[in-house]
């Protein structure tokens, strides 16, 4: 059987009409090729990567580097959904980002999540992100079991002598600040212990021997507990900050979220993937009890703290430009003195 609508032969038609048949063509093909699909933004190792492999079509994600990248990326055309932590959200312009469209999910969430999901804006402002998931920063011991038989000293463990020049902290000078509850005395201890400041790859520091206690975000870390008995983690009593897990919609032209998509981290099956690799979503205590009923007791007390220790766990929320200038100084003047 012939075709249904056979072709015309170029000679049938005028050279002129041809070539603006030809030209329509290629116009139409180029609108094509610069039709883009909308695009998940996300730092390389911050996002599940069980999550994404049930990302719908058209969407895709594009893993970058780092989360600097993801902000700069996040006017592009194609910056439908961008995942960043609490912190470098907060340096975004609220004006460069529209509603999420997610109530009915946030609704779900544990009240704690609230101020996340309005970028600590007023109660009455729209949910502009989506908090799916946060965690408190552990210290992870490296073959220390005497400190780690300690463990009631809680976050004084990092001004034991032993760890000097044996410590990596986080990246972030506000973190390390409230882990000595800003006493400039301590931070001045903790500057001089400090190996690294590099959440990213220290625990390539640690696994190596070069250090051999981190602050790390608890994610990092669950996923090898069972695999090196070397490590040990610890959340001390006293709590811990929290860090967060974003999504967020940039402002602009976008497809509509895949709120389905969205809705699938907070139940099976892929719940229970999402906490074998560390992320937990602030969901109800009994729900997540429920999702971790096969998990070794280890596993799940770290990923289910006692919940007064959670209630100890705090966020930071965005500073002022004085509060961010006094934080610095105090930053400044605890660096050790050069050699």
């Keep these: 059987m012939g075709a249904p609508f056979p072709p015309i032969p170029a000679a049938a038609i005028g050279r002129r009409p041809f070539l603006r048949l030809g030209a329509v063509s290629a116009l139409t093909l180029l609108a094509g090729c610069e039709r883009r699909d909308p695009q998940l933004l996300a730092s390389r190792g911050d996002m599940s990567a069980a999550w994404i492999r049930r990302l719908p079509p058209p969407w895709r994600c594009e893993q970058l580097e780092d989360p600097a990248q993801v902000v700069e990326r996040?006017?592009?055309?194609?910056?439908?959904?961008?995942?960043?932590?609490?912190?470098w959200a907060a340096g975004l312009a609220r004006s460069d980002l529209q509603p999420i469209g997610t109530p009915a999910l946030l609704e779900r969430l544990e009240p704690m999540a609230a101020p996340l999901a309005r970028l600590h804006g007023p109660p009455s402002a729209p949910g502009l992100a989506f908090p799916w998931s946060y965690g408190p920063w552990v210290l992870v011991l490296r073959s220390r079991p005497d400190l780690a038989r300690?463990?009631?000293?809680?976050?004084?463990?990092?001004?034991?002598?032993?760890?000097?020049?044996?410590?990596?902290?986080?990246?972030?000078?506000?973190?390390?600040?409230?882990?000595?509850?800003?006493?400039?005395?301590?931070?001045r201890r903790l500057r001089?212990?400090?190996?690294?400041?590099?959440?990213?790859?220290?625990?390539?520091?640690?696994?190596?021997?070069?250090?051999?206690?981190?602050?790390?975000?608890?994610?990092?870390?669950?996923?090898?507990?069972?695999?090196?008995?070397?490590?040990?983690?610890?959340?001390?009593?006293?709590?811990?900050?929290?860090?967060?897990?974003?999504?967020?919609?940039?402002?602009?032209?976008?497809?509509?979220?895949?709120?389905?998509?969205?809705?699938?981290?907070?139940?099976?099956?892929?719940?229970?993937?999402?906490?074998?690799?560390?992320?937990?979503?602030?969901?109800?205590?009994?729900?997540?009890?429920?999702?971790l009923v096969d998990f070794p007791a280890a596993t799940v007390a770290l990923l289910l703290p006692p919940q007064p220790v959670l209630e100890r766990c705090y966020t930071l929320p965005p500073l002022t430009a004085s509060e961010r200038q006094e934080l610095q100084s105090l930053w400044d003047g605890a660096a050790p003195a050069p050699n």
Excluded: C, F, K, M
Aim: proline content about 12%; hydrophobic content about 45%.
């Design 74 to 87: 996040a006017s592009t055309p194609r910056a439908g959904l961008l995942q960043l932590s609490d912190g």
């Design 150 to 187: 300690r463990r009631a000293e809680g976050w004084e463990l990092l001004l034991d002598p032993s760890l000097a020049g044996r410590l990596v902290l986080p990246s972030s000078p506000r973190v390390a600040i409230a882990l000595v509850g800003g006493d400039p005395a301590r931070l």
């Design 192 to 291: 001089r212990a400090a190996l690294a400041y590099d959440e990213r790859d220290g625990l390539s520091l640690l696994l190596s021997g070069e250090a051999e206690a981190a602050v790390l975000p608890r994610q990092r870390v669950v996923g090898l507990l069972r695999r090196d008995p070397r490590l040990q983690v610890l959340l001390p009593e006293s709590g811990a900050p929290l860090t967060w897990n974003l999504l967020l919609r940039p402002a602009g032209t976008h497809p509509e979220p895949p709120l389905e998509w969205l809705a699938e981290a907070l139940e099976p099956p892929l719940l229970p993937a999402l906490l074998a690799a560390g992320w937990v979503p602030p969901l109800p205590r009994e729900q997540l009890q429920r999702a």
